[in-house]
């Protein structure tokens, strides 16, 4: 029997217009989204890696082809579908244990499992101490760690994070790529994870998807087979890092020529 | 795992939430540091007090009188024992109606401009129904409609009602829609993607998202409110301070016209300051507020 992916691309396509004129900014995309896999979306800007992302979570529907979890139709943003900004996008009038508490209480859940569930998870992500402070007192850092909390604990069962780490300093990134990975291996999300930055494609990914400007699509994709926790040092590591990077460089060549 | 967020991160999250930003000082400033705003604040009053009292004393071709006779006529509004006029001891009364006119067309104004602002910023179809014609009706100042308010509501406090009302109004729906429109669009996907989507956003990301504008809105409405007061008493009514300051200024009695300058101004100011302290509360979540 056949199993049904978490998620699925078929054929997806999205054209914004803008100025009166018809941007592509994504083409017959097909992409599919096994449970407990770990996916990377790498590419130029202007790949269409972000729009694929929104399409997943709904927020944009596809001009062509569909986007399915597990095989219906994804229509509109859904709590099984959450999202991790790069903004953060905190509730900036919520401090960090109601920002947590927002989609349970979205969902009518009693207070006490409210209460129950952010505890959880304001402790998974380590700002026990820092629960009743607002969005403008924590650093990037914590921020993102709140917008990851505040997505698990309203039982996403897909993450969608879009360059999540891209505005945080690289000692932070760091250590939050570790503690990504390790929320992951406990948690069998499944996660489909967008960054322009090779080296974080490789340490995460269970399967690495480059995608190409121009219009935006899917080019290739790669199965990393490195054994975890991965070691950046390694020679196998480099090898993948040489790998993608000449992959990706050559869009970059293709499109500046 | 640790699930810890790293030490330095803490510190600086901790610092940045416990302790407020130094307070620069030099020596050449001096003197108690708290008694210092005051101070500075009182000079200028006091500088402008003594103009106006050695430009006044002694002078009996004055039409307006010192600041004596002016503190000794605010004492006898209050408090009577000094002329033992019609006037005497008869503040709180006048006080207390343009109070009750003041706030009940603010809260009236809020009632109304709050829903309709948050309509109007995220209906479009209400929008443009209605915003046009409040653009039109909006520089239209509040004594233009004095006599067209006293043919609908007829002479009396109705009217004065009324004024109040429209000049607490647009502020209040002017920032409020303001708030509404400017709200963050990340912030809609969030609370979509988190399960609130449709009409509870309203109340769990408009509403909040908007209230520091709203909160604008509402300081500038109860000012208004206030400077509208003297107006809106000039609809024939028999109490108000507005009241008293016209019908003294038609008996020449300059000097109550200027202690119910005064209590407008004082009672303005403290109702100000209550807003205010009402707003550090409610958006002490605000970097620009708290």
């Known amino acids: 029997m056949l199993k049904v992916p978490i998620l699925e691309m078929r054929n997806v396509g999205k054209t914004f217009a803008q100025n009166g004129r018809a941007i592509e900014a994504l083409w017959g995309a097909n992409l599919c989204a096994k449970k407990g896999e770990f ?5 130029a800007s202007g790949c269409g890696k972000s729009t694929l992302l929104r399409l997943a979570a709904g927020f944009e529907t596809p001009t062509t082809g569909e986007a399915l979890m597990w095989g219906m139709p994804i229509a509109g943003p859904d709590p099984s579908r959450g999202m991790v900004f790069q903004d953060y996008g905190l509730f900036p009038w919520l401090t960090v244990r109601d920002n947590i508490g927002f989609g349970p209480r979205s969902r009518g859940r009693t207070r006490q499992e409210i209460k129950e ?15 009743d402070l607002y969005p403008h007192q924590l650093s990037g850092g914590m921020k993102q760690r709140v917008a990851i909390a505040r997505v698990l604990a309203n039982d996403a069962e897909l993450v969608l994070m879009d360059e999540p780490f891209g505005a945080l300093d690289a000692m932070t990134r760091e250590r939050l790529q570790d503690e990504v990975t390790e929320i992951w291996s406990r948690t069998g999300l499944t996660v489909l994870f967008v960054t322009h930055a090779i080296d974080e494609a490789i340490f995460l990914a269970d399967r690495v998807v480059v995608m190409s400007p121009g219009p935006g699509r899917i080019d290739s994709e790669y199965a990393i087979d490195l054994k975890r926790p991965r070691d950046i040092a390694s020679a196998e590591f480099n090898e993948w890092r040489r790998l993608l990077a000449s992959k990706l460089h050559s869009h970059h060549a293709r499109k500046a020529g | 795992m640790s699930t810890l967020a790293s030490d330095t991160e803490q510190q600086t999250a901790r610092e940045q939430a416990t302790t407020r930003p130094p307070v620069r000082r030099s020596f050449s ?31 009996p071709g004055s039409l307006i009188p010192p600041p004596y006779d002016v503190w000794q006529e605010l004492q006898d509004l209050a408090f009577g024992g000094i002329n033992d006029d019609a006037y005497s001891r008869t503040l709180h009364i006048h006080l207390l109606a343009s109070m009750s006119r003041v706030y009940g067309g603010f809260v009236l104004a809020l009632v109304v401009a709050l829903p309709l602002g948050m309509l109007i910023g995220r209906v479009k179809i209400i929008r443009q129904l209605i915003d046009p014609t409040i653009q039109i009706l909006r520089p239209i100042p509040v004594t233009a409609w004095l006599p067209l308010a006293m ?7 109705r009217s004065a009602f009324f004024l109040v009302f429209l000049g607490a109004f647009y502020p209040i729906l002017v920032n409020t829609i303001f708030g509404v429109r400017s709200v963050e669009p990340r912030l809609f996907e969030a609370a979509a993607m988190l399960g609130c989507r449709g009409p509870a956003q309203f109340f769990r990301v408009v509403l909040p998202a908007a209230l520091p ?33 016209m019908e003294a200024r038609q008996l020449s009695r300059t000097e109550i016209v200027i202690s119910g300058m ?29």
Do not use: Y
């Open chain 1, 117 to 131: 569930t952010t505890d959880r998870f304001i402790e998974l992500v380590g700002l026990s101490n820092f629960a």
């Open chain 2, 151 to 157: 043919i609908i509501f007829g002479l009396g406090p």
């Open chain 2, 213 to 245: 504008s709203i909160f604008t809105g509402v300081r500038l409405g109860l000012g208004f409110a206030w400077v509208v007061i003297v107006v809106g008493e000039m609809t024939g009514v028999q109490t108000g301070l507005g009241a008293i300051i």
């Open chain 2, 262 to 290: 005064i209590v407008i101004g004082v009672f303005g100011f403290l109702s100000d300051q209550l807003v205010m302290l009402l707003g550090k509360r409610l958006l002490a979540w605000s970097p620009s507020h708290a």
């Open chain 1, 39 to 43: 996916i990377c979306l790498i590419g």
């Open chain 2, 29 to 59: 400033e001096g003197g108690s540091p708290r008694l210092r705003p005051v101070l500075l604040a009182i000079t200028f009053p006091l500088a402008l007090l003594a103009f106006w009292h050695f430009a006044t004393v002694n002078r």
